[in-house]
Each structure stands twice: as C-alpha cells, then as structure tokens.
C-alpha cells in the first residue's frame, strides 16, 4: 500500500566518507597522475595515466615547447597556462626539464607546446575519471 | 633535453600516447580496449594525413 508520507533522511556517513574520498582522489589524481585511481586500486589505469602523461610532459619539454606560466597577455596564454597545470606536479617537472626556456622559433618547439598542453588536459580527464569512480558512478 | 622529431614522428607518438590513454579511460575489458586503441589510432592517422594533404595545395 502507497503512502503519501515522504522521509527525508540525512545522508548516512557512509555517502559522505565516499564524496571526501572522491575529492581526494580527484585531487591526487590531478596533483600525481594515476594516483588517483591507484588510491582505488585501479593499477592498470594508474601505470596508464602516469606513463602517458609523463611521456606526453617528457617529449613536449623535450621539444622545448612553450610552458605557459600566470604572467599571460592574451585569452590564449591563460588558457594555455590552465592546460599545462592540468599535469599538477609534473608542470615543475617540465619546468625543470627546460632550464633554457621554450623555443617556438622552430616547428618542433610548436609541437611541444601541444605535448604539454595535451598532457595537462589528459590528466584533468584521468582526474575526473578518478573522481568519478571513487562516486561510485563509473568505472 | 633536445629533441628533434619530424611532423609526421611528433603525430605518430601523440597518437599512440592519446589512443591508449583514452582506452583505458573509456573501456573496461581489454579487447574492447585494444579495439578503442588500434581504431583511434587509426583515425588519428587517417585523419591527420587527411587534413595535411587537403592543406598541400595552399602551402606553396
């Protein structure tokens, strides 16, 4: 038999120990890529992201591609600059692996600027994904 | 560091790095993820070389 009468009930801790957990894999996942999902246990995933945000980060500093920093002119710049923070920790690692600058005067230092950027974003989706995850949404 | 890669070396890396992050992002089982992969790739390329030679002709 229906009742009209509707419960609402406080989110049981246990929903809210899971949405911490989320942020916090969201959040190492964007600051160390693949830790995110190895904090999950999520191996496969976790070796994936780091090595492929590590060589996207290695090959594009390599290059010497352009590594944005806060100091933008231009809507592109910032942009820019929001893409390469996406790689979290590994935005210090380029910078380290570029002690001369970028050097966009040749085509392959243009490349490398995509490498970074790309990385930076990728990571931002391997976080989502990450967050996602640990909501129990996706897998 | 300093590496000098050609267009074509710099895409067919990208490729490969982006297809199989983007399946292990997007599919569980692993033939389904060789599959996303070896299909990505592919299109990245096709595409890629697509888009070059349409352009051939305004590069001179």
């Known amino acids: 038999m229906m009742t009209d009468k ?3 009930s406080p989110t049981p801790p246990v929903d809210q120990k899971r949405q911490t957990f989320a942020i916090v894999c969201g959040l190492a996942g964007w600051l160390v890529p693949g830790l995110g999902h190895a904090l999950q246990k999520m191996w496969g995933r976790a070796i994936v992201f780091l090595v492929t945000v590590g060589a996207l980060v ?17 809507a592109f710049a910032s942009l820019g600059y929001v893409a390469d923070l996406g790689t979290g920790t590994f935005y210090l690692v380029a910078k380290y692996l570029e002690p ?19 990385a930076g974003v990728l ?12 909501r129990g949404r996706k897998a | ?13 990208f490729a490969l790095v982006i297809s199989v992050a983007f399946g292990f992002l997007s599919r569980r089982s692993p033939l389904d993820r060789v599959k996303y992969i070896a299909w990505s790739l592919l299109l990245f390329l096709l595409i890629g070389i697509s888009i070059g030679w349409a352009m051939y002709p305004f590069s001179r």
């Open chain 1, 58 to 74: 290695l090959i594009g500093a390599g290059m010497r591609g352009n590594l944005f920093d806060s100091n933008g002119n231009d």
């Open chain 1, 123 to 134: 990571n931002f989706l391997a976080a989502l994904h990450a967050y996602e995850a640990a």
């Open chain 1, 6 to 8: 509707t419960q609402v």
């Open chain 1, 100 to 118: 001369n600058g970028a050097d966009v005067s040749r085509a392959v230092g243009d490349y490398g600027t995509r490498f970074l950027a790309a």
């Open chain 2, 1 to 13: 560091m300093n590496l000098q890669l050609s267009h074509l070396q710099s895409m067919l890396l």
